[in-house]
Every structure is written in C-alpha cells, then in structure tokens.
C-alpha cells in the first residue's frame, strides 16, 4: 500500500459526504448536508453499470459489455471531470459546489472509490468472467497455457504482424523520456548490458490501435491472446544482446478538455488547433500491472512528473475496454440479450404495413411520438428528412447536429437538398467533446456542397436536437418539426433510449423557426409563445412550473411531479423540488446517472423518491410532468437535464405536449419507469443505491417497451394509445 492508500485507508484528508440533517432542525434549503458532490455521485453511477457486469443473471457477454462500458466511462471522467479538478487544484481555486467539498478533498474522494470499484471488477473479471467465457468456449489465453499448434501459429503471428510494427524507445543516454500518447498501453522493460554491466529503461508501445488488443488463434476465432502478453514473451527478439530483467504494462490518461476563446477568427481552425494541443495534454492519471516493481514504478512517477497519488495499481487485465473484442466474438447469441427489431410507427405505414406512409400527412393528422430504438430511426425520423429533400414542395430544410456517426444519412441528404436547389441549413457544434473531428468533417462537406453551415452562438454549446422542415401548402407554407431528446446517429439510436415528437403545431412551428434565425442570424429572439429554449427561458420555465404545482396542491386537491432525466444537479432546480416537497406535492424522480438531490430528510426532501434505471438499453430522455387537478398533466420533453451547462452554458430544447394521445404514451412511459423493479435502484438519505427487487411481479421497463411496441406494429394504429 503506497503513503496515500495507507493516509485514506486511515481516513485522512478525504472529506466524507455530509450526513442528511437530523428531523428536529430542518436546514435552509442551501445547506450543503442536502446536496451530493456531483462526481461522486457520478461515480455512483459507474458502480450500477460495474453491478451489471458482476451480475450471475446477466447474460455471461452482456456483462463482459458492461465491463467495458465502466472502464470506457471511467476512462472519459479522468479525461474531463478529474483533470479539471487537477486544474482547479493547480491555479489554486478552492471554489466549492452546493454540497461544499473543495477539489483536492474531491480527488481523494475519488481515489478512494475508484480504487474500490477497481478490485471489485479486477476480481470478478479473473474469477467469474474469464473461466465461464472459457467454459462456453470464448478462451482469453495465456502465452503459459497455449498448445504446441497454437505456440507455433503465435510465432508466426508475431514474425509477421507483430514485429514489423513495433518500434522500441530507449530512455536515456541522451535520449529523453519519450511522449506517451492517451489511454495507450505500453510495456516498461529494464534491460542489462552484459558489456557495460549497466541497466537501462525502455518503452515498447502494444500497437492495439492497429492489431487490436486480442490476437485470434484457431479456425473459430474464439481463443484470444493478449497483444501484450505475446510482445512480452518475445522481448529479447526487440533488445538482441541485451539480458531483460523485468518488465511491466502501464498506461497513461492524459487531460483533454480543452477552452475555444469565442473572439477567435476562424472557429473551425481554432478547435482543429486545440484538438492537436490535446494529444499533449497534462498527465491526470497512471495505471501500473500490481505487480510493477517499485524502482519502474518510481521512474513512471518521476518521468511523468506527476504525484504519487496519480498512480493507481491494478491486478488483472489493464484496460478492460479492449472487452469489446471479446464481445464482437461471431456467434454465442445464448450468452447475449435476445435480440430484437424496431418497428415502424403505425402512423407511418401504409395498409399492412408494407409500404412507407407519406410522413407530411400522418403529421397533419396529428402529432406522433417515436420511442427509439423500439421504434425505427430509420423509418420515421430518416424518412421524414428523405421524404423532405425529394418533395418539390418543400423550401427549406434545417437541422442541429451534435453528434452523429460517421455513416449517418442524414447529413448527405441535406447535401442533396442543396443540390436540387433547396434552402438547407445546418447548425453544427464544432465543440461537441470527442466527436469535434466528425464534425469539423462533416462540416467541410457541407460548405462545399453550399450548405449554409453555422457554428452557433458565442460562449454557448448548442445541444438542440431539431429538424425543421419549411413546405408550400395553399397560398402559405406550414413548418413540419422533429424535436428529439437524442443525436441525430443511427448508431446510438439503436442503443440509447431516446424520444422524438413529429409536429404542425403552428405555434411550436414558429418558436422553432424563429429560434433557428436566432441561431443563424445576429438576433436576440423574441418571446417564444410555447417552447422553453436555454439559456433564455428554459430554466424559469420548469421552475414555474414546479411553482404552479406548489400553488395548486391542497389535501383535497393533490398535485404531482414526475421526472426523468440523464442528470439533476443545478442547486436552484433542486431547491424548487425541495419546496415543493415542503409543501406536499409528490415527487417522483427518475435520474440515470448523476443526482445531487438528497431525498427523505425529513422536512425538506422526505416527499421525493429517486430512482435509477440502468440496463442494455441506454436511458436518455428526459420527461418533465407536472400533474394538477382540474387541468391536463402539463408534459415536456427535449434535450435538457436540470444543470447548469444545460440551462445556462447551452442552447436546449423542450417541447410541451399538447397532444393527448401523446401525453397518454408519455403517461404511460413514466408508469412503467417507476415500476420496474428488476433494473432500478433508489437513492436512500445516506447516499447509498439500493436495486430494487421484486416482492410478487417482476417489472422491467425496457422488456416491456419491446413487447408493446411489437404488439402495437403487429395491431397497426389501433393500438396507439395505450
């Protein structure tokens, strides 16, 4: 145990999250014992996900998946979230959030938890999931345990694909510690020079970028051994004439969050700029093989120039992420989810079913609601786009991308809109974090295509999800809207859980217009009659709500607030929900990751219930309902968590519902969130996450959503409303 593990074991200098105040003294609503330090409760998160993956009931991949998923995640928190803690702790900023902890009792906070979560998935990764994968026949091997056919067939890997891509650094004797790039991985070798008797220290990169992390030996393609044990075994064919003492893996996490100035010139270049600095970001964190040596280990520290607290020790397989190759094995479906195919929404087909549906039509019948992935993204929102660039009446086309993929339709066919000479306008965030490339690509093609491309506004991330379509009817034109709570990717779309809403609302038609000018154009926007867009009114409109909620409540008259989001953390918001639980409304809130709400302190919170949902699906729409007697449930949906970056630093959406049969489905939508008692945990007093289990019928959202969507496509539209 290093000096810092022993100094946290005994309790020092971590700052434990405050207790919830007792019943006698009800605190003021700014107390920092009723709010949770956002990245550990992020963290708290991450360990739901490390759940899944220790879960016996979770098919035996599936929980390798979610291996990986803990690991990548965790991989993106240090990039971000730790290192803008080490820059704080650098520049001296002792700034405190709600709940109070400084940066530096955060970071060893972190330390303690992560180190934590690390041993769990260590362990059940070596004595759970490696020898059950083996036992279906998915081998990962060592070098020790290979036959002599797979002995050869390995030499023979590694003399002709292996070797001729590795490239072994020297450190020292005037050659300076070379730059290790982020989240690669690396082997540290000590050497002897029999003829100088000196030692000396290298660095030979694994070229996983290029091989992948698992070399498949074998005609199935189902015994896997690790790029790095294979280059460990055969250093002395790197180092000839030279006696290896000792070797080990590491890897190094680097910081890459990155600030733009808005008063740049050119924005695309000076986000390409600062994406190249990012390769050569400070060092935030070092993960060593346990078994590394302490001299390396000191080198490492000493070389990277980090403290000591930065290195963290693991046993097992370093990088868990690489489990997605292992994942990608062919075949094995018994040890995955079932699998199961989106539907068409029945408002989009035509007779049986087997033919597409004009898509402008169905809208002006009325609204409809897609749920992705149990519906198509394919047949509802990229048909709305197609339909739209092929149909002569059809003026304008405008859409938002934050993040789409790389194979993604529907950027070309604003480019073909273009072409048949369409007005076809693109807002692209060129500072969406990790997918600044893609974007700056994309946004190459359009301008060259004549594609009017626009970055947004200054200061602000514009993490709208919309498309609006301008079409000639009659003697006018009418807008068709698609407002989504998720990216524009066919990709995530099959795996995030994500709402859409297809509109001819006149009203939502002209926020939505006037709130691309505003985005387009040098222009403050005026008073949007129904929508609620960050940062101008979003954030006064949820808290009127929750006030009108407040207002409406009586024993006779009960009200009723009902959320579910990615993340609840801005202080305000939560001071709202705190008043209204004072005041006796029912709160019921569904938040996927990061909460900073504390529920059930008596006589602030004891009237919310918070709950997670975490499974194969990807939880991220957000619903806002607000339930008061004599009037329909006031519903919103969009692209806005209650935080900070979201109501102030963005520009976000949210739509209200006004169509009943769509309120019903979101209605419906909520039931089901609260009932699931299978995949659902609930935040306690103390901070603690406790799954839910089923006393009688077991309830999980997700499974249910499939089959009733099934149903519904099977039914057609008579099966709408639930």
Known sequence: MDPLETEIAAG?????????????????????????????????????????????????????????????NLDEFFMVRVANLHDQVEAGTQARGADGMAPMEQ??????????????????FERDLRPALAEHGIRIMSIEAASAEETAELERLFGRQVFPVLTPLVIGRGRPFPYISNLSLSLAVVLRDPEHDNEILARVKVPKELLGRFLRVGDDGATLVPLSDLIAANLGSLFPGMEVLDHSLFRVTRDTDYDVSDEADDLMEAVEEELRRRRFGEVV???????????????????????????????GLLDLSDLWDVVGVPGHEDLRDPP?????????????????????????????????????????????????????????IKQTVYRTSADSPLV???????????????????????????NIKWAKKLEE???????????????????????????????????????????????????????????????????????????????????????FNL??????????????????????????????????????????????????????????????VPGVSDRIEVVSIVDRLLEHSRVYSFERHGEPESIYIGSADLMPRNLYNRVELVTPIRNSKVRDQLVDLLDRSFADNTNAWELAADGSWDRCHPDREARNLQSELIDRHIAKAESGAKAETP
Request: glycine share 6%; hydrophobic share 40%; net charge negative.
């Open 340 to 396: 199961f195919t989106p539907v068409t929404p029945p408002r989009l087909m035509v007779g049986d079913g087997s033919k597409e549906g004009d898509v402008f039509s169905a809208i002006r019948e009325g609204d409809i609601l897609v749920h992705h992935p149990y519906d198509s993204f394919t047949t509802s929102v990229e048909r709305f786009v197609n339909q739209a660039v092929a149909d002569p009446q059809v003026l304008a």
């Open 449 to 535: 295509a004549g594609v009017h491309v626009v970055y947004g506004i200054p200061h602000l991330k514009t993490h709208v999800k919309c498309i609006l379509v301008v079409r000639r009817e009659g003697d006018g034109v009418r807008h068709y809207v698609h407002i989504g709570t998720g990216n524009y990717n066919p990709k995530t779309a099959r795996i995030y859980s994500d709402l859409g809403l297809f509109t001819c609302d006149q009203a939502i038609g002209g926020d939505i217009a006037e709130m691309f000018n505003s985005l387009t154009g040098y222009a403050r926007p005026r008073r949007y009659r129904e929508v609620l867009v960050a940062p």
């Open 539 to 600: 954030h006064r409109g949820i808290v009127d709500e929750i006030e009108r909620t407040i207002a409406a409540h009586s024993p006779e008259t009960p009200a009723r607030i009902r959320m579910k989001m990615n993340s609840l953390l801005d202080a305000s918001a939560i001071q709202a929900l705190y008043r209204a639980s004072q005041a006796g409304v029912e709160l019921k809130l569904n938040v996927r990751g990061i909460c900073a709400l504390r529920p059930a």
């Open 285 to 315: 964190r070092l993960e060593v093989e346990s078994g590394m040596e302490k001299r390396l280990r000191d080198q490492l520290v000493a070389a990277l120039e980090i403290e000591e607290h930065q290195v963290y020790q693991e046993a």
């Open 412 to 438: 070309p066919s604003l480019i073909d809109a273009a072409e048949r000479g369409k007005q076809a306008v693109c807002l692209v965030e060129l500072k969406a974090r990790f997918d600044e490339r893609a």
């Open 107 to 124: 970071i060893l906070a972190i330390r303690e938890r992560v180190i934590a979560q690390r041993k769990r998935i260590g362990e059940s």
């Open 12 to 72: 020092v200098g971590v700052e434990e999250a405050p207790s919830p105040p007792s019943r006698e003294a009800v605190p003021e609503l700014e107390d920092p014992a009723l709010y949770f330090n956002r990245e550990l409760s992020w963290l708290d998160f991450n360990d739901r996900v490390l759940q899944l993956a220790e879960d016996p009931s979770v098919p035996l991949l599936e929980r390798a998946k979610f291996a990986a998923i803990w690991e990548s």
